[in-house]
């Protein structure tokens, strides 16, 4: 797990609830995920089929969250599809029931409509989960309820002993009970994680829809995209989305729009260019919710209160999902709480009508709240905290408590007063003296606190009645499109004790509204007060330098995202970027040590970086590799994986297929030996055999090839090759090889003939082997002298006269090289070692293909074992080895043993 974890992710380590969730779906167990946005449940279904080599099936709601997260997979090596309405690829649905895919998403349509032969089809060839993502939509008490999420249990009966997984980031005790049995979960395993997203920071300022406000709104955000980071505006109405979008585009900021009146060519587009980094604000209404999987939006900005402290929840949550810190502000006006109405028009009974009810009211608490924001969300979903969180408005501001009784004192009673019926205008135009006619027509004008409000602006004691409301002093209420405010037992106990103790203490932190609304007299926010509250962490510890540099690699990601026409996230997370920046790797091999590099990006993009790195470190003066990574080694190999892949320039990846060309590349750019290669990103090593056919092969189709090398590495020598010249002269034909094979001696494999076959056919025998016997290719051991007369039974066994070339090989060819270890020597002298201690196990000198064979043959070896077993090399030369071979991902460490990838 861990091995696919870095080999594909890049990362070191599981966040909590993954591996868990993991092991149960490998032992074939449902399970009920609900944890946080961002917490990171994707890997828990994309691991299982890089472990098991079998298709897992996620069924997810929208295609564009699919499309996105079948591009940032493919980036990372991993074979992914979708099948929905706008695959336009008709051999998707194919390829993908013959489980061509690791991980295959699809629409909740899309799977219940597949015929069943797919599904059978698909089983033959091996699935290993079946995800339900966003598994709240099955469950009408959930935000986004969808039907067809619904009839998903069809799948069950096709689907018998595959493990279904539902995640979800929200869901109630009673949506988690309607996600099971709608889906018909077998005794799952649940998981529930915390909702607590540690690094967001949330905060809450007061705004008027004016134009003065919304400049203001704009210089903010040009500061965030100045920085190159990411912003979505959430806006309640398609006409504010429509208004902050034009300020923001006059204001010469590249600004994306996304409502639902628009066509879906143009809603897709403006999606495409925002996770693409082409435009880094997206203006939006809530249909900008669930499809969004960018990873390194920086600031989630709602403007206007949201409906329900869910769905605040859930669209904050798309900020700084890759973990790194980021910014949530809402601001609203007053005049927002009055849309209750609006919402409740949606519910179809009296019941739904008090939920949407209690959820607006509950988003309304939040924008009210002068306490610890973090601590009131997670309380709303029943997570109790004790300490106040220090990353809210309201734990970082300058704390500002204050005895406010006298005025509490003075609304609740004129509240009171005024009968309970009314909502916090009337009583507080009493308070501050009008004289309207509905106030004299009651006799309001009469009251004894009439007037004796007048130095709080009518928007100070609003704020108050807030406070009141969210502390429980006052009540409100809704009959159909009313609110009412009245005082709460709470609100009545506090007069009456406040009248016989005369001035007993209610002290309050003001909210930031009254204190602006004290100081300025108004309560937009402050001129320059921006949207950065709080120094991330990260920007703390980097010196300008640093960060001049972190926005310069962030450009060199952008122009290799353009050129390939991806996402820039999906090269690698900005927190990867980040540890470049500060730790300035000089060689490939630091670089894959840090979090979140994984192989493909080794081999596609590493070289790049490196060299930005050097170049740009260079110019502003600061020194390569400041890190507290351990020295770099100095294997050549090593060095070698940073220096060299690059993309192939020709059409050959076509023609070749991956896996050849891959070969192909390893060997004549990286210089790596068959036996690396065999085991080079593969929990299951293919044989050597197949590397070296897959290697000819490439030569076939015009790879450029070095014959002296592959001669030796195959041991072909000049005097091999004139004996199989003999051979093939006297079967009269080269079509089969296995007569060829009976006519030589046992050590010429039929590597060696198809080495030969190839370079005969590319008319180079001479010019490899001379024209004689001897000279020509230098050969690294004596050969035995070969005559027709050793040559054995080898090979008939199991190989008939027909077999292709391709597929005919000898079982062991590095053994038969002579190397220092083979592939089954290192267990056995391994276990000598284990049972009889430190025993010389004699003077076996460490190789890199000698160290990799011991390593591959034990299920886990530390490195004391491997220096032991390596008696005539120094303990640090075998530790260089092994380290040169963790860092290019061929083998990992694990509880201090070294393993396989
Ligand atoms: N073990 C890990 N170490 C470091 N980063 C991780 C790890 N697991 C996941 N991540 C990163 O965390 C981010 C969020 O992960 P993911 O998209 O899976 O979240 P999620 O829980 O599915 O969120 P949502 O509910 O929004 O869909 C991604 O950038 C992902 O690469």
């Known amino acids: 797990m861990e091995a696919a974890l870095k080999g594909y992710f890049g990362y070191s380590t599981f966040r909590p609830y993954q591996r868990e969730i993991i092991q149960k779906v490998l032992d074939g167990r449902d399970c009920l995920a609900v944890m946080a946005t961002g917490s990171g449940k994707s890997i828990c279904y994309q691991i299982p089929p890089l472990v098991t080599k079998k298709t897992a099936v996620v069924v997810s709601p929208l295609l564009s969250l699919m499309q996105d997260q079948v591009m940032s997979l493919k980036q990372k090596g991993v074979k992914s599809e979708y099948l929905g309405s706008t695959q336009m690829n008709s051999s998707v649905s194919n390829e993908a029931e013959k489980g061509a895919f690791d991980v295959l998403y699809m629409t909740p349509e899309k799977a219940i409509s597949l015929p069943s032969r797919f599904w059978s089809n698909l089983q033959a060839a091996g699935i290993c989960l079946l995800a339900v993502d966003e598994a709240h939509c099955i469950s009408e008490w959930g935000h986004d309820f969808r039907i067809e999420y619904k009839q998903l249990h069809s799948l069950r009966d096709l689907l018998v002993d595959v493990p279904f997984v539902a995640l979800t980031a929200t869901a109630t005790e009673r ?91 143009a809603r897709e587009e403006s999606h495409r260019s925002f996770i693409r980094d082409e435009v880094l604000v997206m203006v939006a209404t809530i249909a900008f919710g669930m499809g969004i999987d960018k990873p390194d939006v920086r600031c989630v900005i709602h403007y206007g209160c949201p409906k329900s402290l869910e769905s605040y929840y859930q669209e904050s949550g798309r900020c700084g999902r890759d973990g790194l810190p980021s910014i949530c502000w809402l601001y609203y006006q007053r005049s927002d709480f009055t849309k209750a109405d609006f919402y409740c028009s949606e519910a179809k009974n009296g019941t739904q009508r008090k939920a949407i009810m209690d959820s607006f009211m509950a988003a309304q608490k939040y924008c009210l709240l002068a306490t610890c924001r973090r601590r009131f969300l997670l309380q709303y979903f029943g997570e ?16 500002n408590e204050r005895d406010l009784s006298k005025e509490a004192f003075l609304l609740l009673s004129c509240i009171k007063s005024c009968g309970g019926r ?148 999906a090269i690698c997370g900005d927190q990867t970027i980040r540890n470049f920046a500060k730790m300035r790797p000089s060689t490939g091999a630091r670089l894959a040590n840090i979090d979140g590099v994984n192989q493909h990006f080794i081999s596609r993009f590493s070289n790049i970086f490196i060299q930005n790195i050097a170049q740009l470190s260079k110019e502003l003066n600061l020194p390569l590799d400041n890190s507290p990574l351990p020295a770099p080694p100095t294997n050549p190999a090593v060095e070698n994986i940073a220096g060299l892949p690059k993309p192939l320039q020709n059409n050959l990846p076509g023609i070749l297929g991956d896996a050849k060309l891959t070969a192909w590349e390893l060997w004549h750019k990286q210089e790596y030996s068959f036996l690396k290669i065999a085991y080079f990103r593969r929990a299951v090593p293919i044989k050597e055999q197949t590397v070296i056919a897959y290697i000819l092969d490439a030569a076939r189709e015009g790879c450029e090839m070095d014959w002296s090398r592959f001669c030796r590495e195959v041991g072909l020598t000049p005097d091999i090759a004139t004996a199989i010249r003999l051979a093939i002269s006297k079967v009269g034909s080269h079509d089969k090889l296995k007569p060829i094979k009976e006519e030589l001696p046992e050590n010429v494999t039929y590597e060696m003939i198809k080495t030969f076959l190839t370079i005969e056919g590319h008319g180079l025998s001479e010019q490899v082997f001379g024209s004689g016997t001897a000279d020509g290719v230098p050969s690294r051991r004596a050969e035995p002298p070969i005559s027709s007369s050793h040559a054995s039974e080898a090979g008939r066994d199991d190989m008939g006269d027909g077999v292709p070339a391709a597929e005919a090989s000898d079982a062991n060819p590095s053994a038969k090289r002579g190397q220092n270890v083979s592939a089954e020597e290192p267990a056995t002298k391994l276990q000598r070692i284990d049972e009889h201690g430190a025993e010389s196990t004699g003077t076996a000198t460490a190789t890199e293909e000698s160290v990799l064979a011991l390593v591959a043959s034990c299920n886990g070896v530390s490195l004391e074992d491997v220096a032991k077993h390596f008696k005539g090399s120094k303990r640090e ?24 990838l």
């Open 175 to 265: 949506v988690r009970q309607d996600i099971s049995t709608s889906l018909v979960l077998r005794s799952p395993h649940v998981v529930v994680g915390s909702f607590d997203r540690h690094n967001l920071f949330y905060g809450v300022k007061t705004c008027n829809r004016s134009m003065s406000f919304v400049s203001e709104l704009v210089k903010d955000v040009s500061k965030k995209s100045a920085a190159g980071e990411s912003t979505i505006i959430y806006c309640t109405t398609i006409r504010d989305t429509e208004q902050v979008h034009e300020a923001l585009v006059t204001s010469g900021i590249k600004a994306g729009i996304y409502h639902g009146q628009m066509g879906s060519r």
């Open 422 to 569: 009314w909502g916090l205008n009337l009583p507080i135009d009493v308070l501050r003296g009008s004289r309207a006619k509905k106030i004299v027509d009651k006799n309001y004008d009469k009251l004894q606190m009439h007037g004796r409000g007048k130095d709080y602006s009518s928007n100070w004691w609003k704020a108050l009645g807030g406070l009141l409301i969210a502390y429980d002093y006052l009540k409100e209420t809704v009959h159909d499109t009313f609110r009412f405010v009245s005082v709460s037992p709470k609100g009545v106990k506090f007069l009456s004790t406040a009248d016989k103790m005369d001035g007993a203490p209610l002290v309050f932190q003001l909210t930031a509204e009254m204190i602006e609304l004290e100081e300025h007299g108004s309560s937009h926010h402050k001129e320059g007060g921006g949207l950065n509250p709080v120094p991330t962490l990260e920007a703390e510890k980097f010196s300008e330098d640093e960060s001049k540099l972190y926005q310069m690699l962030l450009n060199v990601r952008m122009k290799l995202a353009q050129d390939i026409g991806t996402a820039p996230y």
């Open 877 to 900: 030369s075998v530790l260089e080895i092994l380290e040169g071979l963790e860092s290019e991902f061929t083998i990992y460490k694990k509880n201090g043993n070294y393993m396989i």
């Open 384 to 399: 109790e905290r004790n300490t106040d969180c220090g990353n809210c408005d309201n734990c970082t501001a300058v704390k």
